[in-house]
Each structure stands twice: as structure tokens, then as C-alpha cells.
């Protein structure tokens, strides 16, 4: 239980006001001047660079299980990978992975 | 086609974005049971939604309180979680950097994982968009987003510790996350970036304060720039 309400109101103004500095950084700093072409390069990378690495701890040591690897969620990550890379489709991966996660817990 | 002025640019985005709140939907729910269960009030629960808008920062930053860590550490570990959406400002430069200063700080609001995934996409589809409709677009985009998440927030909040753990909603957010990346693996430097970000981050989930994830996303960028150049140079010798 978090019980100490002006460290928590201290964490939640200085957090809002940190990430909106972090997302205006680029956009409100360099408005109006273009980039490199080597940095446009780099940039075409940040969503395949950033997210891949956020969820495979997350996948590989599991929060739900105090962080001992799970074959059920394993399996669950793999079947939406392979759903979303065949089928284009957000939802379809996330109905595919949490349909597979349920029937592995279930069968198990 | 649509997206040929800004009025049909925002409602193509609403529709890219539409699918998204399925996905945001339960995690914002969740983000409300887990801060109601940590002991935030619905007034402290809904001011942290709203003005963080970053699930996983909050996610973070509650976890962190709960273990009693000092501030400074629940600050920096949460927003270095946050870091990969100044890679995302950067990336939306080229694309939304000459519009007023308002419209810069109102997108920069809204710049979530999944308005960032598809308004790139999408960008990156139709080089030829102006840039009125690439805001319009973006707009479009958060809209079914953004207020979705503060509702499910407040329903989590509020309907709160009655969710059993056997429906394993713990896992709806690396779901999320490999549901995003997974269209974006189209080509051979994507690929290889996405591999490089997994094992860096896996081999550096040991540094302090999340760095690991910000090193692999560095190292994975540079793979995809330098496979990208690798594969241009081949082609033109081919050719």
C-alpha cells in the first residue's frame, strides 16, 4: 500500500510534468530546422528498436509469475507474433495471444 | 482514396486508430485495479492517468512506490521507461515540426505508442500527405485513443479489486506491445533491429535505472540504418 500521499502526489506532478518534457523535447526544440538524412535513417528504426526490447524481459520473466519463465506465456508472445506478422492486424494478434494464453492455463 | 484533405485525413486516422482501443481499453482498466489496489484514491488515481498518460511509466513508478524506493529512483526509473517517446518526438520532426507552437504541444500530449505506431505508418505510406493532413490525421488517430484511456481508467479505479487473477491481464500488456511491433517487421533492417533490441535488452535487463532498454533500442536503430545502407549499396552495384 502506498500510504505516504505527498510522495505520491510529488511522484505524480514531477512524473507528468518529466514525460511531457520528454515528448515535446524534439518537437518543440527543433521545430523548424529539418534533420539529416542520417539521423531520418536512424529514426525510421525507433518503433522496431524501442518496443521489441520493452516486452522481451516482460515475456521472458513474467511478472504473474515472480519472474520464472512460463511456458504458457512463452507460447501465448509467439502465437501473437506470428498471427500479427501473417495477418497485418493488431487485434488479430492480440485475440490470437490471449486466446492461447487461456487455453494453455485452461488445458494445463 | 481517403486522407485527400485534412476532413477525411482525420476520419482515415480515427479509423486506424479505432482497433487500438481494444488493446488500451483493458490495459487502462488495469492501470485503474492496480492503483486502486495499491491505495490511490479515485481522485489520485484519474490526476496520474490523465496528466502521465504513459501506462507504462505509471505501472512503474506504482510498483516502485509500493517497495517504499526513494523518490528520486521511482522518478528516473519511470521516466526512463519514457525515454523511447523522445525517440518518437524526433521521429514525428520531419513530419509535424512547422506546425504552431499549440499544435506541437498538443500532439506531443497525445504521442502515445499506439498514436505513434499508426500515424508513422501511415506517414511513411503517403510521403505526399500535407502537413495539415498529417495533424488531422494524428488527431484522428488519438481520437478513439485517448479518452478510452481515461475512461477505463476510471472504471478500473473504480470497479476496482474485483478482477480474480486467473484471467491473467497481466499479460494484456506485452500482448499489446508484440500486436504493435509485429506489422511493423517488413522488410529485412526492421527485422534484424527487432532482434537486436530483444537480445541487448535480455543480455542488459541487469543495468540500473531501465538503461538497458535505451542502450538495445540505440544499438537495434543502428542495425536497421546500417542493413538499410548495406542492402541500398548492394542493389545499386547489382544494378
Known amino acids: 500500500m502506498i500510504s505516504d500521499k505527498t510522495t505520491l502526489w510529488i511522484v505524480i506532478i514531477l512524473l507528468a510534468a518529466g514525460t511531457f518534457a520528454i515528448r515535446y523535447s524534439f518537437l518543440g526544440l527543433l521545430g523548424r530546422r529539418s534533420l539529416p538524412e542520417w539521423a531520418l535513417r536512424h529514426l525510421r528504426y525507433v518503433g522496431v528498436a524501442v518496443l521489441p526490447g520493452l516486452v522481451a524481459p516482460l515475456v521472458v520473466w513474467p511478472a504473474a509469475t515472480g519472474g520464472t519463465p512460463d511456458a504458457a506465456r512463452m507460447a501465448a508472445a509467439l502465437v501473437a507474433l506470428a498471427v500479427g506478422m501473417w495477418r497485418r492486424s493488431v487485434i488479430a494478434s492480440v485475440i490470437a495471444g490471449m486466446g492461447m494464453l487461456y487455453a494453455v492455463e485452461y488445458l494445463s | ?239
Open chain 2, 1 to 239: 482514396m481517403s486522407g485527400s484533405n485534412p476532413k477525411s485525413a482525420y476520419w482515415a486516422g480515427f479509423r486506424s486508430g479505432s482497433p487500438f482501443v481494444l488493446v488500451v481499453g483493458p490495459f487502462a482498466l488495469l492501470f485503474g485495479v492496480v492503483a486502486t489496489n495499491a491505495g490511490l484514491d479515485l481522485v489520485e488515481t484519474m490526476t496520474m492517468t490523465v496528466l502521465v498518460i504513459a501506462g507504462a511509466s505509471q505501472f512503474t513508478a506504482l510498483s516502485l512506490m509500493q517497495e517504499h524506493a526513494p523518490t528520486f529512483i521511482v522518478l528516473a526509473t519511470a521516466l526512463a521507461v519514457n525515454l523511447r517517446l523522445a525517440m518518437y518526438s524526433a521521429a514525428m520532426v520531419p513530419h509535424l515540426g512547422r506546425a504552431p507552437r499549440w499544435l506541437r504541444m498538443l500532439t506531443a500530449y497525445l504521442l502515445l505508442d499506439q498514436v505513434f505506431a499508426v500515424a508513422i505508418t501511415r506517414y511513411e505510406e503517403r510521403p505526399d500527405m500535407s502537413m495539415g493532413e498529417k495533424i488531422a490525421y494524428f488527431l484522428g488517430a488519438a481520437s478513439p485513443i485517448v479518452p478510452l484511456w481515461y475512461l477505463f481508467s476510471w472504471v478500473g479505479a473504480v470497479a476496482g479489486k474485483a478482477i480474480p487473477p486467473q484471467y491473467a491481464l497481466d499479460f494484456a500488456v506485452p500482448i499489446t506491445f508484440i500486436a504493435l511491433v509485429a506489422p511493423m517487421l517488413r522488410s529485412l533492417p526492421h527485422v534484424a533491429a527487432a532482434l537486436v533490441s530483444v537480445i541487448a535488452a535480455l543480455a542488459l535487463a541487469g543495468l540500473p535505472f531501465d538503461m538497458g532498454l535505451i542502450v538495445a533500442a540505440l544499438l537495434a536503430m543502428m542495425t536497421g540504418a546500417q542493413v538499410e545502407r548495406l542492402i541500398a549499396r548492394r542493389s545499386r552495384g547489382d544494378a
